[in-house]
């Protein structure tokens, strides 16, 4: 009941109030202290690199657990309250979709600056189509990390795996790049979070199934190209019947995105999360996992 409780009321602050402010934000000081370990340390060779990309990572980490088991040491009720506000840190469905939402603009301009605000490449050069591409290939590889896979880890190790798996999360997105700097820093956040994400992407996968049938199953066994992220994006890419595609990385097969496909992306985004905030609230009132205590 306690866990149902918490989860329910960090659903509903999410739904109407949307993120907390950013410097109280426990995903902003993952950042910033991730920003400021890897500022200090000068690379030096690959096998000390690796060693101590290692080790920030498990700092990181460190810092999110005990977060995590931080209201135990509160007293009651304000135990609960923070509880849910750190619960609610480590998902965002409200956010991503205004994020999104911002990128349905038919003014070029204004378009490709709400994209890049969401995602890493640049977007500069790329045309509408690719933009709109973009925007709904953000919307989909997110539902996984912002909603799906911090509730899937919530459901089995309650708080602490929820903010466990937004640490390596961001750990991932600010070090797991395959360049000089971050080839050996960030190898270990980066194969951690595959690791983390292996079953949540798949179980976004099966999420779709409902919405588009055996197409999903056709698209899913098309996403050869990364070990996760590829995989709900290729799902969408079915649903929606438009091509989707990273330029030199992958592309899913369909017809050119348009600006309204984003808005029918952001409609099957919300059939989504529906089911798996139904799913989540139905498993822990049954009790059949271990963050509900029974």
Known sequence: MEALIVFALALLWDVFLGEPPTRLHPVV??????????SLYR?????LDFLVGT????????LAFLLSVSP????????Y???????????????????????????LEEKKKAVSMIVSRKTEGLDRAHLNSASIES???????????????????????????????????????????????????????????????????????????????????LARFKINSDKPIAVMSAVLGVWLEKPGVYRFPGREPENGDIRRALRVYRLIVGEWVVTVLLLIAVGVCPCSGR
């Open 81 to 107: 309250a923070l509880a849910i506000y750190l619960l609610k840190s480590s998902f965002a469905i409200r956010s991503l979709h205004e994020h999104v939402a911002r990128t349905m603009t038919e003014n």
């Open 55 to 62: 080790l920030t990572a498990l700092i990181v980490i460190a």
């Open 139 to 221: 919307l989909a590889e997110n539902l996984n990390d912002s909603v799906v896979a911090p509730l899937f880890y919530f459901l089995l190790f309650g708080l602490p795996g929820a903010l466990l798996y937004r640490a390596v999360n961001t750990l991932d997105a600010m070090l797991g790049y395959r360049n000089e700097r971050y080839e050996y820093f960030g190898k270990f956040s980066a194969r951690l979070d595959d690791l983390l994400n292996f079953i949540p992407a798949r179980l976004t996968v099966l999420l779709y199934l409902p919405i588009g049938g055996r197409r999903v199953l056709r698209y899913y066994r």
């Open 29 to 38: 000081w993952f950042g910033k202290l991730i920003g400021l370990l890897d």
């Open 72 to 79: 135990v040491f509160v007293p009651y009720p304000l135990n």
């Open 43 to 47: 690379r030096r060779s690959p096998v």
